[in-house]
């Protein structure tokens, strides 16, 4: 019986053993990226808003927020949102902390963490923003994960340059060649850092070559480091079909975490330009992340 005792006891011993030098499974994190197009409450004519913009019906903002529920995401960057209390609206505080830009504009970026999830606001990254631009601010955070810190950047950049030279004349190509210097600095600086980092949000411009030849703004961030993009050489179904504008980027030991067999975008089950003006010209895009423990 003492014998037995004592096997048991050394099988024991072995099994904790192999328990420790077996490598920590990875934990999925879920990242997702959502234009929710002028969601605001403001009043149709509202001095802040653009005459042909409708503000969301309460039962406009029920839909979406059911969206958001099966999105399920632990990570969202979110666009034109006219600030927290909006956006409590679609993410339910009890499930989720938000943090949002600090510009004084409707259109403000934010990210959306589950709760549980730790993490600390980083400044706004004003440089996306010039003074009296009406642009948007980079909301950026770190996430404080159990193998180290995560930096996440969401944007929201300068429409109406889909696919133009950055180096044209057109007055919207100028400001969005103007933001890709800071983007490619903060960037820079993840990378030199050594921080894992992502980069996520409407960048209002496709990214994957085009006649043959590579994307201007994609040649620049690369430069600044080595890049992994979750949408590279895919198209959105998105109301019917169109090319990626919204993007999941992953920078560091990030780019091997990400998984872009994971991609998916979360299409609306209503139909016609009717809904699409009522919800959003955008889906939900997203993409899991296998973080190592």
Known sequence: MR???LLTAAAMALLLLA?????????????????LEWLTDRPAGSPALPADVRPKRPDDIARLAAYAAALNADVIAIQEVDGAQMAAQVFPPDRYVI??????????????????LPFTVNPDDTALAPPHSWLRSGADITLHLPN?????????LKTDCHFSSLRGHRPACEVLARQVSPLAAWIRARAKAGVPFVVLGDFNRWMDPRDGRPDGMWTRLEAAAPLRRATAGYASPCWGGERFIDHIIAGGAARAWMDPASLHVLVFRERGRAWK??????????VLFHVPG
Do not use: I, Y
Request: hydrophobic share 45%.
């Open 148 to 156: 180290g810190p995560l930096r996440v950047l969401a944007v929201h």
């Open 277 to 286: 003006e009522r919800l959003s010209d955008h889906c939900p895009v997203s």
């Open 99 to 116: 943090h949002m830009t600090h510009d004084r504009v409707v259109q403000r970026v934010g990210l959306v963490v589950r709760r549980g």
């Open 3 to 5: 014998l037995q005792r």
């Open 19 to 35: 328990a420790a030098v077996l490598p920590v499974a990875a934990a999925s994190l879920k990242f997702a990226t959502w234009n």
